[in-house]
């Protein structure tokens, strides 16, 4: 036997046996000759049937033909043929384009070519089976094969190697087998399946999977069992997906990945444009570039231009910045991301948070922007500064070092520190913050500082010093409608852990003090001017105050006090305005202007009450003079006089003050004489200053006592 040729074995029932060698072509409406011979048909078992080895298939359509392996025993069958004497002679071949596509019902699939048609009514009413260069058409579909098994009443039929479907001149799929059902235009191809698609600029689609549904109707494919898509520009894998060759459409589910060379992309649902190189995310997605790494569970992306619209809450990670929104804009080219809605954005090396409603961020120039509810959290320094402005800006100096701006109506908070002003300025590498504005104004404790710029030194996780340069001003409430008051034209506020511990005034220093007794009750008003002023902090209350040189001061009983009396001219309390916690920092506020014109340097401006305490006599000369037919308060003004050295100092200081040693005697009676301590040591430390003049408002023989109680139950000193 030879094995290259094919041998149809023809069994003979009633005297009927017909042989069918070499048929070419079969006409849409077969004949009753036709017809005949097909009912009478007897087929050989589907395995001696045997398809040439199917031939590589062109890549590109261009490429693609009609012609498939032809069989190569055709020749040796019709020889056979020649011996059998019932032999029908071949039919009449129909050309291709001979069955009009209009002109017949959308649901019929025709045979359109074949080299052996075989059928027996005995076996299967059904089927045909058909062999070499077979071609069937469905409307504009033309399915090619080697082997076929055809059910013409059923309109579908099964194709064996060397499948090919073509639909117009844009689609082609490739398989090992494929059933098609003519009914539901469905066309199930299995095995090394690839379906390549034209698109309209030339470039070639291709799906590669080795299960593929394609309905005719909707124009999709279907994979259920891994597929993988490959363009022009990106390669996309899943475990489900479908195509659509009309809309260019894909969408893939399951493990999806797209691959491109400047980044992946990896989805749990991704739709993906063959058009516009557009994925359209539908489930939580990673995007993985050198540049950073993009977490979206809604948006799109442009994979040629490289912008994206994410949604739901995404986040893009560059560097050690996150940035995060309800939507968010980024162009990757350019580095450049816009958040919308709840923004927060995270450095992570610099510790610092921005919050808004808007945000801006350059990841190139490493340049970040916030604003509508803004707010940055600084954490570098142990205690979080929570920091509001309408606008914030973060900029990047060097690797090591970026600065925090802020402006319009911006108020902070920290657990030791508060302040409201129209902008600030905040330096990591040296944690510095700097206060602008219509006075800018800072809280501690109980004590509130305003000027026209604050200058904050911050040192590890508290702050160090506080410097306003010009048009200092501290308050500090002492009782309802009573404050301690400081004014100069510098000042530098020293801290010890979060309470101010001393403070230097350099220029036109200016004082209000309400000295107190040990149950807090007020013993006077004290008013002092100098050019310079040194005040002392023990836990928050007066310790020590050093005014020097050429003081000046007045003292005046609490009840004999006038309102104008109570306060200098650039006093103002903004304590409804102060942020109470970090949420209060939102709260909107106007700041009233202050109570007062600001204090002018000029000396001839100072008040009136020192104007007039000028040209009054000295008060420890007239105080003598008074207390001449009184031996008590001789001895009392003697006891002043004792403690004048002789440059004319007047040194008045509690027996506990660090300067002097311990008096024997109990310092809270005004009655009990000063304590023996040496003047000597005090005329040596304070020799180089000049006289305290005292003017009191109300000259009587106790004033002196007043002066007394005053330094004793405040651990005042005056020089």
């Known amino acids: 036997m030879n094995f290259s040729s094919i041998f149809v074995r023809v069994l003979v029932l009633s005297n009927c046996c017909i042989l069918v060698a070499g048929m070419h072509g079969i006409p849409p409406n077969p004949s009753g000759t036709a017809a005949a011979l097909r009912d009478s048909v007897v087929v050989?078992?589907?395995?001696?049937?045997?398809?040439?080895?199917?031939?590589?298939?062109?890549?590109?359509?261009?490429?693609?033909?009609?012609?498939?392996?032809?069989?190569?025993?055709?020749?040796?069958?019709?020889?056979?043929?020649?011996?059998?004497?019932?032999?029908?002679?071949?039919?009449?071949?129909?050309?291709?384009?001979?069955?009009?596509?209009?002109?017949?019902?959308?649901?019929?699939?025709?045979?359109?070519?074949?080299?052996?048609?075989?059928?027996?009514?005995?076996?299967?009413?059904?089927?045909?089976?058909?062999?070499?260069?077979?071609?069937?058409?469905?409307?504009?579909?033309?399915?090619?094969?080697?082997?076929?098994?055809?059910?013409?009443?059923?309109?579908?039929?099964?194709?064996?190697?060397?499948?090919?479907?073509?639909?117009?001149d844009t689609l082609f799929i490739y398989g090992d087998?494929?059933?098609?059902?003519?009914?539901?235009?469905?066309?199930?191809?299995?095995?090394?399946?690839?379906?390549?698609?034209?698109?309209?600029?030339?470039?070639?689609?291709?799906?590669?999977?080795?299960?593929?549904?394609?309905?005719?109707?909707?124009?999709?494919?279907?994979?259920?069992?891994?597929?993988?898509?490959?363009?022009?520009?990106?390669?996309?894998?899943?475990?489900?997906?479908?195509?659509?060759?009309?809309?260019k459409i894909a969408v893939f589910q399951d493990s999806v990945r797209l691959t491109n060379p400047d980044y992946i992309l990896y989805s749990d649902t991704l739709e993906y444009s063959t058009d516009t190189k557009i994925a359209t995310i539908l489930g939580p997605s990673i995007i993985e570039s050198d540049s950073g790494v993009i977490h979206s569970s809604r948006g799109?992306?442009?994979?040629?231009?490289?912008?994206?619209?994410?949604?739901?809450?995404?986040?893009?990670?560059?560097?050690?910045?996150?940035?995060?929104?309800?939507?968010?804009?980024?162009?990757?080219?350019?580095?450049?991301?816009?958040?919308?809605?709840?923004?927060?954005?995270?450095?992570?090396?610099?510790?610092?948070?921005?919050?808004?409603?808007?945000?801006?961020?350059?990841?190139?120039?490493?340049y970040s922007f916030a604003t509508d509810s803004a707010c940055a959290i600084e954490y570098s320094q142990g205690d979080s500064l929570y920091l509001y402005g309408d606008t914030l800006e973060m900029i990047t100096v060097d690797s090591t070092s970026r600065v925090l701006r802020a402006f319009m109506g911006v108020r902070f908070y920290r657990y030791d520190i508060q302040g409201i002003c129209d902008s600030l300025r905040f330096t990591t590498q040296d944690s510095v913050m700097r206060m602008f504005g219509h006075y800018p104004v800072l809280w501690n404790e109980d004590q509130q500082l305003f000027g026209d710029t604050i200058i904050i030194y911050m040192a590890d996780s508290t702050v160090d010093h506080v410097h306003v340069p010009t048009s200092a001003f501290v308050v500090q409430q002492?009782?309802?409608?009573?404050?301690?008051?400081?004014?100069?034209?510098?000042?530098k506020a020293y801290f010890e852990g979060k309470n101010i511990e001393h403070i230097d005034i350099d220029g036109n220093a200016e004082s209000i003090f309400y000295p107190l007794e040990q149950d807090s009750t007020m013993l006077g008003h004290n008013f002092t001017q100098s050019s310079y002023l040194s005040i002392w902090f023990d836990e928050g209350r007066l310790d020590k105050l050093k005014i020097w040189p050429s003081p000046t001061g007045l003292m005046t009983p609490v009840p004999?006090?006038?309102?104008?009396?109570?306060?200098?001219?650039?006093?103002?309390?903004?304590?409804?305005?102060?942020?109470?916690?970090?949420?209060?920092?939102?709260?909107?506020?106007?700041?009233?202007?202050?109570?007062?014109?600001?204090?002018?340097?000029?000396e001839a401006d100072r008040p009136q009450e020192t104007e007039?305490?000028?040209?009054?006599?000295?008060?420890?000369?007239?105080?003598?003079?008074?207390?001449?037919?009184?031996?008590?308060?001789?001895?009392?003004?003697?006891?002043?006089?004792?403690?004048?050295?002789?440059?004319?100092?007047?040194?008045?200081?509690?027996?506990?003050?660090?300067?002097?040693?311990?008096?024997?005697?109990?310092?809270?009676?005004?009655?009990?004489?000063?304590?023996?301590?040496s003047?000597?040591?005090?005329?040596?430390?304070?020799?180089?200053?000049?006289?305290?003049?005292?003017h009191f408002v109300k000259r009587t023989p106790s004033h002196l006592d007043i002066v007394k109680q005053v330094c004793l139950c405040t651990q005042f000193v005056v020089i």
């Open 44 to 168: 050989a078992p589907r395995d001696s049937v045997v398809a040439a080895p199917r031939d590589t298939l062109p890549a590109s359509a261009d490429a693609v033909s009609n012609v498939a392996a032809p069989l190569d025993t055709v020749s040796n069958v019709a020889t056979s043929a020649d011996a059998v004497s019932n032999v029908a002679a071949p039919l009449d071949t129909a050309p291709l384009d001979s069955v009009p596509a209009d002109s017949v019902q959308k649901t019929k699939v025709y045979l359109v070519r074949a080299d052996i048609s075989t059928f027996n009514k005995y076996i299967d009413e059904q089927r045909q089976v058909i062999v070499g260069d077979v071609v069937f058409r469905h409307d504009s579909s033309y399915m090619y094969c080697d082997s076929a098994y055809f059910y013409e009443q059923d309109v579908s039929l099964e194709a064996f190697s060397n499948v090919r479907l073509e639909q117009g």
């Open 177 to 247: 087998y494929l059933f098609y059902d003519g009914n539901r235009e469905l066309a199930q191809i299995r095995h090394n399946v690839r379906m390549v698609n034209i698109q309209e600029d030339s470039s070639i689609v291709t799906l590669y999977t080795d299960s593929l549904d394609y309905d005719r109707q909707a124009d999709i494919g279907y994979y259920f069992e891994g597929g993988r898509i490959i363009d022009a520009d990106n390669v996309l894998e899943s475990v489900y997906g479908r195509y659509s060759p009309e809309t």
């Open 300 to 366: 799109w992306y442009d994979t040629q231009v490289d912008k994206s619209l994410l949604l739901d809450r995404s986040t893009v990670h560059s560097g050690s910045k996150i940035l995060t929104g309800d939507s968010l804009a980024y162009d990757r080219s350019l580095g450049i991301g816009e958040a919308f809605g709840n923004m927060r954005m995270i450095d992570t090396v610099q510790k610092v948070i921005m919050t808004g409603h808007y945000g801006y961020y350059d990841e190139k120039a490493e």
């Open 478 to 491: 002492v009782a309802p409608d009573y404050y301690n008051q400081l004014g100069g034209s510098d000042l």
């Open 560 to 602: 004999d006090l006038t309102p104008e009396q109570k306060t200098l001219k650039k006093f103002a309390w903004y304590d409804e305005l102060r942020p109470v916690d970090r949420r209060d920092i939102f709260r909107f506020y106007s700041k009233k202007p202050p109570l007062a014109p600001p204090q002018s340097e000029n």
């Open 612 to 677: 007039q305490a000028a040209e009054q006599p000295h008060e420890a000369e007239q105080a003598a003079e008074q207390a001449a037919d009184d031996p008590q308060e001789a001895a009392q003004a003697e006891n002043i006089e004792s403690e004048t050295d002789e440059s004319g100092a007047i040194i008045i200081e509690s027996p506990e003050s660090p300067e002097s040693p311990e008096s024997p005697e109990s310092p809270e009676s005004p009655e009990s004489p000063e304590s023996p301590e």
């Open 679 to 694: 003047p000597e040591e005090e005329k040596e430390e304070f020799a180089s200053t000049k006289l305290v003049i005292f």
